[in-house]
C-alpha cells in the first residue's frame, strides 16, 4: 500500500474543514492537487472517505473512522520527530551520574535541581559509588559522569571542580573540647582517629592526615571506614573523633557534635568525565556544572 504521509496530511486537514478551498489554503495548495491527492488516497484504500455534492463536504463513516487514525499517525511522528530532535540536542534522553557519599550531602542535590530544571525531559539515574570506583565504571561506560574529590585519573578523563567547603572537627558530644567553638587541631594530638583508608579518597585522606602534620602530630589512627556517614556514626558512639567536610553537619547525629577548626584547609569537589563519552546530553549537564560552579 503506497499511502505517504501527505496524503494523510491533506486527509486530516480536509477532514478537520469540510471545505476543499479552506483546506487547500491552509495547505498552501490549489484545489486541484487537494482532490486528486484525496481521490488517489480513496482509491488506495479502496473505500469512500468523502461525501462530495455541490454545496457540501461530508466524511462517511469510513472516512470517520480513518481520521481517527490518521490523526493519531501522524501525532506519533510528529512526536518521534520532536523527541528525535530533542535526543540530538540533549534535551531528552539518560544521563547516568555516578557520585560519593560526601556529594550527597554537599553538591548533588543543589547540582542535580539546577540541571533537571533546565532538562526536564531528561531520565537521571544516580549511582552511588566509592570514590576508587568511580575511574571503573566511567571508563567502562556504566555511568556517564562522576561527582567526587579530585584524584589520581587516567589518561582520557576529565575533571571540573565546582565546589568546596572547609574541614570541620566532628567530636562525641560528652568530648570536652566539645564545648568550644572552635577547636585547635593541635588539641587533638593523642586523640583516637576515625578516618577513611587512602585507597578509598586518596586528596580527602591527604588533606587529613596533612592537616594533623602540619599542627604538629601523627594522627593515632584507630578506625578506618569507606563512608563519612560512617566516621560521623562512630564519632557519635565515643569510638574517636575526626576531620570531615563541613557539609556532613547536616546529618544533626546525636551524640556528634561539629566545630570549626583553628586552620583552614578546604576541601574540593568536581565532575568527571570520559573525553570520549558522546551521550548529547552529557555536555548540556557540564555548562550547568560550570554556571553552578562559578
Same mark, same amino acid.
Given at each position: 500500500?503506497?499511502?505517504?504521509?501527505?496524503?494523510?496530511?491533506?486527509?486530516?486537514?480536509?477532514?478537520?474543514?469540510?471545505?476543499?478551498?479552506?483546506?487547500?489554503?491552509?495547505?498552501?495548495?490549489?484545489?486541484?492537487?487537494?482532490?486528486?491527492?484525496?481521490?488517489?488516497?480513496?482509491?488506495?484504500?479502496?473505500?469512500?472517505?468523502?461525501?462530495?455534492?455541490?454545496?457540501?463536504?461530508?466524511?462517511?463513516?469510513?472516512?470517520?473512522?480513518?481520521?481517527?487514525?490518521?490523526?493519531?499517525?501522524?501525532?506519533?511522528?510528529?512526536?518521534?520527530?520532536?523527541?528525535?530532535?530533542?535526543?540530538?540536542?540533549?534535551?531528552?534522553?539518560?544521563?547516568?551520574?555516578?557520585?560519593?557519599?560526601?556529594?550527597?550531602?554537599?553538591?548533588?542535590?543543589?547540582?542535580?535541581?539546577?540541571?533537571?530544571?533546565?532538562?526536564?525531559?531528561?531520565?537521571?539515574?544516580?549511582?552511588?559509588?566509592?570514590?576508587?570506583?568511580?575511574?571503573?565504571?566511567?571508563?567502562?561506560?556504566?555511568?556517564?559522569?562522576?561527582?567526587?574529590?579530585?584524584?589520581?585519573?587516567?589518561?582520557?578523563?576529565?575533571?571540573?571542580?565546582?565546589?568546596?567547603?572547609?574541614?570541620?572537627?566532628?567530636?562525641?558530644? $560528652?568530648?570536652?573540647?566539645? &564545648?568550644?567553638? +572552635?577547636?585547635? /587541631?593541635?588539641?587533638? #594530638? =593523642?586523640?583516637?582517629?576515625?578516618? @577513611? %583508608?587512602?585507597?578509598?579518597?586518596?586528596?580527602?585522606?591527604?588533606?587529613?592526615?596533612?592537616?594533623?602534620?602540619?599542627?604538629?602530630?601523627?594522627?593515632?589512627?584507630?578506625?578506618?571506614?569507606?563512608?563519612?556517614?560512617?566516621?560521623?556514626?562512630?564519632?557519635?558512639?565515643?569510638?574517636?573523633?575526626?576531620?570531615?567536610?563541613?557539609?556532613?553537619?547536616?546529618?544533626?547525629?546525636?551524640?556528634?557534635?561539629?566545630? $570549626?577548626?583553628?586552620?583552614? &584547609?578546604?576541601? +574540593?569537589?568536581? /565532575?568527571?568525565?570520559? #573525553? =570520549?563519552?558522546?551521550?548529547?546530553? @552529557? %555536555?548540556?549537564?557540564?555548562?550547568?556544572?560550570?554556571?553552578?560552579?562559578?
Amino acid at each position: 500500500m503506497a499511502i505517504d504521509f501527505r496524503q494523510l496530511r491533506y486527509f486530516v486537514t480536509l477532514a478537520d474543514t469540510l471545505h476543499f478551498g479552506r483546506a487547500a489554503a491552509l495547505l498552501h495548495i490549489s484545489q486541484p492537487p487537494l482532490s486528486r491527492q484525496i481521490a488517489a488516497l480513496e482509491e488506495e484504500l479502496g473505500v469512500t472517505l468523502f461525501k462530495r455534492s455541490s454545496r457540501q463536504v461530508e466524511l462517511t463513516v469510513a472516512g470517520r473512522h480513518f481520521h481517527q487514525q490518521a490523526v493519531r499517525i501522524i501525532e506519533a511522528l510528529d512526536g518521534a520527530v520532536r523527541s528525535t530532535q530533542a535526543t540530538e540536542r540533549g534535551e531528552r534522553g539518560v544521563l547516568r551520574i555516578g557520585f560519593t557519599m560526601s556529594a550527597a550531602w554537599s553538591v548533588l542535590p543543589p547540582l542535580i535541581k539546577a540541571y533537571g530544571d533546565g532538562a526536564p525531559e531528561v531520565d537521571v539515574q544516580l549511582n552511588e559509588v566509592l570514590p576508587r570506583e568511580l575511574n571503573d565504571v566511567l571508563i567502562s561506560g556504566k555511568v556517564d559522569v562522576g561527582i567526587a574529590f579530585p584524584w589520581q585519573r587516567p589518561a582520557g578523563l576529565e575533571y571540573l571542580p565546582i565546589h568546596a567547603e572547609p574541614l570541620c572537627a566532628v567530636l562525641p558530644a $560528652a568530648h570536652p573540647l566539645a &564545648r568550644q567553638t +572552635e577547636v585547635a /587541631v593541635a588539641d587533638l #594530638a =593523642g586523640e583516637p582517629f576515625i578516618t @577513611l %583508608p587512602a585507597a578509598t579518597a586518596p586528596a580527602l585522606h591527604e588533606l587529613v592526615i596533612g592537616c594533623c602534620r602540619e599542627s604538629g602530630f601523627e594522627p593515632r589512627i584507630r578506625l578506618e571506614t569507606h563512608l563519612q556517614q560512617t566516621i560521623v556514626n562512630l564519632v557519635a558512639e565515643g569510638l574517636g573523633v575526626s576531620l570531615v567536610p563541613w557539609s556532613m553537619s547536616k546529618m544533626q547525629l546525636p551524640g556528634a557534635v561539629f566545630r $570549626a577548626i583553628s586552620v583552614t &584547609r578546604m576541601v +574540593e569537589q568536581g /565532575v568527571i568525565w570520559a #573525553a =570520549g563519552n558522546d551521550n548529547p546530553c @552529557l %555536555p548540556h549537564f557540564l555548562a550547568c556544572a560550570r554556571v553552578f560552579g562559578r
